[in-house]
């Protein structure tokens, strides 16, 4: 529904089952307000479910996240709704930020389906970054999340959640599920949705058995992710995380994309108008291009898998 220059979002998205016993695939977009890429990939895929009718075991349903952010194209109101999801925050079920709300919102979706209904329970978190980047999945390495990450053709990242508190994709997987956050690609580029689409497809596939062939759009609406924007599988580790103070004044040096190699010395931002610079031979990850963020940057390296 238009608002002005905005869109009011339903929680949401679309549900979709065959009705045969199976797996959940429980997938979120827009949990930032400006990344609505994952939010339009899934009404997509909506769209062609509902268009085509294919058989798969178990169901889909897909959620938007930070839906007052979403209305307003910013990345959340009162706090990152990527760092509400703490041990602390759930327990206490206070709603004094408009991200708590929007938080207990989605927890209560979930809560519609326990785990007792399915064979397994899958999430899928839907993201794009401030700077140019290849798509990539971020896993946290608890229950078998990096075996079902590394069934996907793209790099992955592994330990941002362990050093980032509050993320969703920690509490998806401290209450069982299986799953991780997809960075499809830069805010505004056209190939993020592409490439959310593209994992979302492969998503069911692998969780719901979803024959891809059943689907008009196919291959299509997968080849453009794994053919032509996904790189090679690679595994990489985060080694440093610069983080930030609210009162910091911090400028990214331009021109870095993520996983670009960085070398020791090398000039890489400003923070309080001190040069900081690299002490490590290594890559860069999420540098930060946008006016809200507590993460300046991360330094990452290749892992054998």
């Known amino acids: 529904m238009e608002k002005g220059k905005n869109k009011e979002y339903s929680r949401i998205i679309g549900t979709y089952t065959s009705n045969k ?3 959940l695939l429980f997938v979120t977009g827009g949990i930032h307000g400006n990344e609505p890429s994952g939010v339009k990939a899934l009404q997509k895929v909506f769209e062609e479910l509902e268009k085509t009718k294919p058989e ?3 169901a889909i349903v897909g959620v ?11 990345r959340f109101i009162d706090k990152d709704l990527n760092r509400t999801w703490t041990i602390e925050n759930v327990e206490k079920g206070e709603k004094d930020t408009q991200e708590k709300k929007e938080m207990f919102e989605i927890i ?3 809560k519609r389906y326990p785990e007792s209904d399915f064979t397994k329970r899958h999430f899928l978190d839907c993201h794009t ?4 980047t290849v798509p990539f999945i971020s896993v946290q390495e608890v229950n078998d999340n990096d075996a079902w990450a ?5 790099y992955i990242i592994r ?7 509050g993320c969703i994709d920690h509490y998806m997987s401290r209450t069982g599920l299986t ?5 499809a690609g830069q805010h505004t580029d056209e190939r993020s949705v592409e490439n959310h689409e593209g994992v979302i497809w492969l998503a069911l596939k692998e969780a719901c058995k979803l024959d891809l062939t059943q689907i008009s759009c196919f291959p299509g609406c997968v080849d453009k992710f794994v053919q032509d924007n996904a790189p090679d599988q690679k595994t990489f580790e985060i080694i440093h995380r610069h983080g930030l103070e609210d009162s910091d004044e911090f400028i990214m040096e331009p021109g870095f994309e993520n996983f670009q190699k960085i070398e020791i010395g090398q000039l890489l931002a400003y923070q309080n108008g001190k040069e900081i610079r690299s002490e490590w031979d290594a890559h860069i990850f999420m540098p930060l291009y946008q006016s809200q963020g507590n993460d300046g940057f991360f330094v990452v390296e290749e892992v054998e898998v």
Do not use: C, R, Y
């Open 150 to 154: 590394h069934k996907f053709p793209t």
């Open 159 to 165: 330990g941002f959640s362990d050093i980032v508190s």
């Open 179 to 183: 799953g991780f956050v997809f960075e």
């Open 64 to 74: 938007v996240g930070n839906k007052i952010a979403l209305n307003v194209d910013q």
């Open 129 to 132: 970054t401030s700077a140019a």
């Open 56 to 58: 798969i075991e178990g």
């Open 108 to 110: 209560e979706v979930l």
């Open 21 to 23: 016993k199976g797996p």
